[in-house]
C-alpha cells in the first residue's frame, strides 16, 4: 500500500471516508510530524460536533449502554463516533476486537466509527490525543462523539472538561468500595445513567442516587474541579437497562436536551471556552513532553544526573531545562 | 496560631516532628512559595527511604492491606508513611478520617503516618505534588513511604515509575469487567498481592494469576511503559487474608527481598534514574501549568478567543504561548 500524504487523506477525512480517517489517527497518535499541517487543518473544520464525555466505574454496563446508545442515534438518522479510552494493556490488542464485538450489528454502518485509545503507558498522552482524535471526527462530520472513559481517576475530570455534556453511569450491586469512588465522579454529571435497571436492588441505586443529589453532596466546586457551572440545567437520573433495551432513548433525549439548554442558555459558550483552555494546556504538555523525550539521552543527562545525586532539586532543574529547550522557538 | 517559617519547619521535618511535616506538606499541595527552599532542601536530604507503590482496582482490599501492612513494619522496629492517593471528592472530606478510622489502633503511633491527597480536580498535581510529599516523608526519615492508590487509569503508571517496588493487589470475585482492567495493571507488579484468600474462590484468582504470569501475558512493554526491567527478579504471587492477618509478614519479606534484589543487582541505580527523569519531567509541568494559571485571564485571553473561534490550532497557539511565557526565564 503506497504511503498517502497527509495532505491528501484530509480531504478524504472531511467527507468522511472511514479509512482515511483511521490513518490520519494513527498518524496522530504516532506523533507523525507531516501529519501536523493537516490535524490544524482538521481542527479548523471541527466545532459542529456534540462532543459527549460517557464516564463509568468498572462494572457499571457503560460499554454496553454506550453501543446501545449508539443504536439510538443511528435511528435518528445522525452519525455517531466512539473514542474509548481503554487502560487494558497495549498489547493485549483485546480491546480494538473487544470494541467491534460489541458494536454487534453496528459493525458495518459508515455512520459508526469506534476508535481505541490505548493510552497506558503513554506518556501524558491521554489530554491531547484524545482531543485530536475528537477534533478530527469532528471535522469529518460525525453528529455525535462520544469520549468513553472507565472512570475512578483524573482522566476522568480531564474528559469531562471537553466535553460539552458529560453522562456517568452508576450500575446497582457494585459494592462499597466501588460506589465510594463514585461519589467522586458524579459531581461532574450533566446526566446520570443507572445501568441493569432489570436488577431489582436498582432501585436502591437509583433512590440512594437521587438522595445524593438532593443533599447537593455531588455538588461542584467548580474552581477546583475547573468544570463550568450550568445553574440552569439539573441532572436527571435516567434508568437504563441494555439487556431489556430500556432507558436508552430516553438517556439520548436527555443527552440531546442537554445540548439544547447549553445553547439556549447560551452556556455553550462558556463550555467552548473553558474547552479551549483545556485545549491550549494539553498541546503545551504535549510539546514539553516531547521535547523531554528529543532530549533525554543529550542535554538532559547532566541535569538528571544532579537529580539522582540530589545535588539539585526538582525545580531548580526544572527551570534551567526550560529555559535551555526555549520551547517555543527563539 | 502563630505563622512559623517554613525554614524553621524544615528542621523539625528532619527530626520527625508529625505536626511540623503535616504543615509543611499543606504548604507543598498548595503551592505556597515560602515553602519552596524548605522544599528543595528535604529533596537533598532525601534519598534512604524505600518507596514502594501498592495500586489494586476498587474493591480489592487493598487499603485494608496496607494498614495491615503499616503494623506489620512496625513490629519489625521501622517506621512507615502512607501517601494515600483517593480519588474521592475534595469535599467530602471523608477519605482522611476514613484513613484515620482504617490505621485502627495505629492511629496515635508517630511511627506511622498517613497523608491522603485529594487528587481530584487538582490539574495535574498528581505527579509532582505526590513526588514531593514523597520527598518530605523521606527527608523525615521514614524508613518505608507507601504510595498507595486506586488504580485502573494512568496514575498508576506514573506511580509505578516513582517506586522503587511496585505492589499490585488482585482479589477475588470482582468480576470480569474489572479482571480484564487490571490485566492492565499486572505489567507493572513487583510483587502480585492476592488479598481476601479466607474465601473460597482464592485459589482460582491466584491460580488464574500464575497462569497468566507463566504465560507472559503480563510481561512489560518496557519502552512505551518506561518502567525498568529488572531481569533478576521474578514477580512472586503472596496470598493474603487481611480478616486472618495471614499473608501480611511474608508480604513485607517480598517487598523487603525485592529491595535486597535491587541493591545486590544493582538496579536500584537504574531505578534511581527513571526516578530522577519522571522527577524532572513533574517538575517542569507543575512549572508550566502554574504560568498557566497565572496568565489565564491575561496573556492567554487573546490565545484562547482564537482557538475557540479556531482561527489558531492548538500547537500553533501552544508554540506562541510557550515563547511568550519564556519558562525558565531570560
Known sequence: ?????????????????????????????SGVDEARATLDAMFA???????????GVPGSGKSTLVAKLAAAVRKTGRTIAIVAIDPSSPFSGGSILGDRIRMGDLGGDPGVFVRSMATRGALGGIANGTLET??????????IVI?????????????????HSTVVVSAPGLGDDIQAIKAGILEIA??????????????????????????????????????????SWRAPVIATSST????????????DDHRAALERSGDIETRRAAIAERRLLAACEAMLREQFA?????????????????????????????????????
Chains 1, 2 share one sequence.
Open 1 to 29: 500500500m503506497p504511503y498517502i500524504r497527509s495532505s491528501d487523506l484530509g480531504p478524504r477525512v472531511l467527507a468522511r471516508d472511514v479509512r482515511a480517517i483511521a490513518r490520519l489517527l494513527t498518524r496522530a497518535e
Open 45 to 55: 473544520h471541527a466545532g459542529r460536533a456534540h462532543v459527549v464525555g460517557i464516564t
Open 134 to 143: 475528537v477534533d478530527v471526527l469532528d471535522a469529518a462530520g460525525f453528529d
Open 147 to 163: 469520549i468513553e472513559t472507565v472512570g475512578v481517576g483524573q482522566d476522568e475530570v480531564e474528559v469531562a472538561r471537553a466535553a
Open 190 to 231: 450533566d446526566i446520570h445513567a443507572v445501568s441493569k435497571c432489570d436488577r431489582p436492588d436498582a432501585n436502591r441505586t437509583i433512590a440512594d442516587l437521587k438522595t445524593m443529589l438532593a443533599l447537593g453532596l455531588t455538588r461542584l466546586d467548580t474552581a477546583n474541579v475547573g468544570a463550568v457551572p450550568q445553574p
Open 244 to 255: 431489556r433495551g430500556e432507558g436508552v432513548a430516553e438517556l439520548l433525549a436527555a443527552v
Open 294 to 330: 528529543r532530549h533525554r539521552d543529550g542535554r538532559l543527562s547532566p541535569l538528571l544526573e544532579k537529580l539522582r545525586t540530589r545535588t539539585l532539586s526538582p525545580r531548580t532543574a526544572a527551570q534551567a531545562l526550560l529555559h535551555e529547550l526555549k520551547l517555543g522557538g527563539e
